[in-house]
T-cell receptor, first 115, second 113 residues
């Protein structure tokens, strides 16, 4: 079982650019959540996808958008990057019927640096 | 609204000593409480969770936590620290198993030989 995989592991962008991060959930999981972890902070919830739709959303601007594909994999897109978007972006998967936040499996994350 | 306060951004212990990581929560409803661990260059891993059953919860790697409603606390303990326990630990709260988690800022556990 490959667990949750994220790509790329590291990314460097400049202000104003757009970025796409990718996530493949653990086998058997149907729900994908995205978190932003700034340096020295705990993860902050961005949004969650289930059945290819955004089910829950945290307090993030519309520049942050996502998508879930029929195979349950997901993308996180960030437009018009700001310096403050520099962070570790974590993807977590779970199974909805088991309580979709009772046991999250996290990937190793994508470290985004905005210059 | 839910919130979590983790007291101490860094905790240092000697190998074999007791580990105590503190977490206090604020919740308007009976909470679900979690402890996650993050090893360097890895994602978070669930250590244990409280979901309104037994107040003393046992997790992986010898860790346990006790839910104390009167103190709004959910402190994490381990009787004897190992070098491999060195990592960052996050406490999180949620109003249910179907709601988003709110994480604390984390506590880095340092273990010296």
């Amino acid at each position: 079982d490959a667990g949750v995989t994220q790509s790329p592991t590291h990314l460097i962008k400049t202000r104003g650019q757009q970025v796409t991060l990718r996530c493949s959930p653990k086998s058997g999981h149907d729900t994908v959540s995205w978190y932003q972890q700034a340096l020295g902070q705990g993860p902050q919830f961005i949004f969650q996808y289930y059945e290819e739709e955004e089910r829950q959303r945290g307090n993030f601007p519309d520049r942050f958008s996502g998508h879930q594909f029929p195979n349950y994999s997901s993308e996180l897109n960030v437009n018009a990057l700001l310096l403050g978007d520099s962070a570790l972006y974590l993807c977590a998967s779970s199974h909805t019927e088991q309580g979709w936040n009772e046991k999250l499996f996290f990937g190793s994350g994508t470290q985004l640096s905005v210059l | 609204a839910q919130s979590v306060t983790q007291l101490g951004s860094h905790v240092s212990v000697s190998e074999g000593a007791l580990v105590l990581l503190r977490c206090n929560y604020s919740s308007s409803v009976p909470p679900y409480l979690f402890w996650y661990v993050q090893y360097p260059n890895q994602g978070l891993q669930l250590l244990l969770k409280y979901t309104s059953a037994a107040t003393l919860v046992k997790g992986i790697n010898g860790f346990e936590a006790e839910f104390k409603k009167s103190e709004t606390s959910f402190h994490l303990t381990k009787p004897s620290a190992h070098m491999r326990d060195a990592a960052e630990y996050f406490c999180a709260v949620s109003p249910s198993g179907y709601s988003t988690l709110t994480f604390g800022k984390g506590t880095m556990l340092l273990v010296s030989p």
